[in-house]
């Protein structure tokens, strides 16, 4: 069964910095392509980054310059850095196989929540 662990959100001021790491076991990591998500209150989940097992990544318009995505296969882990954070940046962030449709992904983990004050 896919697992997969999210961890290094918390509390930031606007202008900061954030490193999440994700670190799935249950799946051929390194052949999957990885994707970030992230859900605020009220609102639908969204794609935020993905990166393919070659190492080729896309990312949101809206964080497009600010946050860049990795992964180490190694460690069955895939990073989110996320500078200059913003109060709209605060939301629930998951990661999981990566789907341009997330609302068709049926198993997450708990997510890491990131909430940054203005």
């Known amino acids: 069964q896919v697992q997969l662990v999210e961890s290094g959100g918390g509390l930031v001021q606007a202008g900061g910095s954030l490193r999440l790491s994700c670190t799935a076991s249950?799946?051929?990591?390194?052949?999957?392509?990885m994707g970030w998500y992230r859900q605020a209150p009220g609102n639908q989940r969204d794609v935020v980054a993905f990166?393919?097992?070659?190492?080729?990544?896309n990312y949101a318009d809206f964080v497009k310059g600010r946050f860049t995505i990795s992964r180490d296969n190694a460690k069955n882990t895939v990073y989110l850095q996320m500078n200059s954070l913003k109060p709209e940046d605060t939301a629930v962030y998951y990661c999981n196989y990566y789907s341009s449709d997330p609302s068709g992904i049926v198993h997450w983990g708990q997510g890491t929540q990131v909430t940054v004050s203005s």
């Open positions: 249950g799946m051929i990591f390194s052949i999957t392509a």
């Open positions: 990166i393919t097992s070659g190492g080729r990544t």
